[in-house]
């Protein structure tokens, strides 16, 4: 097995490198809200693209020696001509050779039906959850390191009656992540025996979530699930449940599971429970020493699945030999998974040497990464409770 080169310092090295790219550079757009409802996520999935790139280039980089620079552009995550207006640019103007990204459902729709499928644009999203995102036209270029939501909401579904609640109201923000995933948890939990009281839709970018609140709270629902963002109208909604005594216990998707909100509300949320992609496994800790090593503090939803999106563009290309989107988007299924040499965070400079030899690898990551037909990764979640003000494991589906 090749040693790894050791990343302390070279993280910010990465960084210094985007601001002097050369001709030869492979440029990657990083495309996120990195203003708006999850800029606190965001920021934890650049930090981890960052991750990966500052392996991939101290490992001499790829297709014979060209350093990956990242590009970043905001989508501001609500806003889809905003979001088509970034990846335009970084199409157009910055001649990106490939995306990661978009991080909001709504944000990759518009984008790649706008913008990438029309002009061949390959992407990876490692946060976009939406199930109508399988079925979107894509020309065979826009893949997911992040599992569908039709996933996620029977994880949560089964996670609710574990833990003993009949009654749910629902509130989701009013885009195709909250949607998909308020039906997705809708449908599961009904056939698993709990009763949804109210479904109702919130508008991020409201200072008083009061009156959502209280028309939640007459539909005598013992918990309330807040398909939101923290940065936004979901922990509006938190708050305002808290200062009214209408909610004490909620259920919480990604969306919702970051360090602010603990920082925040600490352990009044105690005996929440949620869900996030990525089992609970040696790999995840593996990669969060790697990130550690290299300085990346972020904890949030999504950081492993943005170091595997990266590293799976990279192989990619190298595995292609160029950056020409329809080759990489072939070699890229057999890249993810099996049969092959497992590859593992912080094994990037092996599998960079075993594909430029031709040898079959088994990406597997941070995440277990397994792509299935529609180029969706098949996923694992975890399973959380907050507990004493900390999320505290709760098993994994």
Not at 117 to 122: A, F, Q
């Amino acid at each position: 097995m090749t040693a790894r080169p050791m990343l302390g310092g070279l993280l910010a090295a990465s960084l210094a490198t985007a601001a002097s790219a050369r001709d030869d550079n492979v440029r990657l757009g990083v495309l996120f809200g990195f203003t708006g409802p999850i800029e606190s996520l965001a920021a934890d999935f650049a930090e981890a693209a960052d991750v990966a790139i500052a392996e991939i280039n101290a490992a001499g980089g790829i297709l014979g020696g060209r350093e990956i620079v990242a590009v970043r552009a905001d989508t501001t995550c609500s806003d889809t001509g905003a979001a088509v207006s970034a990846a335009e640019r970084l199409v157009s103007g910055d001649n990106v050779h490939a995306i990661l990204g978009a991080g909001c459902s709504g944000a990759s729709s518009a984008v790649v039906s706008t913008v990438l499928s029309p002009r061949g644009v390959l992407a990876i999203s490692p946060a976009s959850t939406s199930p109508s995102l399988s079925t979107i036209e894509d020309r065979g270029l826009f893949f997911r390191t992040a599992p569908s939501d039709a996933r996620q909401g029977e994880v949560l579904a089964e996670l609710t009656i574990e833990r003993g609640i009949g009654s749910v109201a629902v509130t989701y923000t009013n885009n195709d992540y909250g949607a998909g995933l308020a039906q997705s948890f809708r449908d599961a939990y009904e056939a698993l025996g709990g009763t949804i009281t109210l479904v109702a839709a919130h508008e991020d970018g409201r200072g008083d979530y009061s009156a959502e609140v209280g028309a939640l709270a007459t539909s005598g629902a013992e918990a309330l699930m807040v398909i939101g963002y923290v940065d936004q109208g979901g922990i509006g909604i938190v708050q305002a449940s808290l200062d009214t005594g209408a909610f004490d216990r909620f259920i919480l998707p990604d969306g919702m599971l970051h360090q602010t909100l603990l920082d925040r509300f600490g352990d009044a949320l105690d005996g929440s429970i949620g869900t996030t992609p990525g089992g609970a496994s040696d790999a995840l800790m593996a990669y969060d020493r790697l990130a550690a090593e290299a300085g990346a503090t972020g904890t949030g939803p999504f950081r492993a699945e943005t170091y595997d999106a990266t590293a799976l563009i990279a192989l990619a290309m190298e595995a292609a030999g160029s950056t020409d989107s329809a080759a990489m988007a072939a070699a890229l299924p057999d890249l993810a998974n099996a049969p092959g040499v497992p590859i593992g965070p912080g094994e990037l400079a092996r599998a960079l040497e075993l594909v430029a030899a031709g040898t079959d690898i088994d990406y597997q990551g941070a995440t277990a990464v397994e792509m299935d037909a529609a180029g969706d990764a098949e996923g694992s979640f975890r399973r959380l409770e907050i507990v004493d003000g900390t999320f505290a494991e709760a098993g994994a589906s």
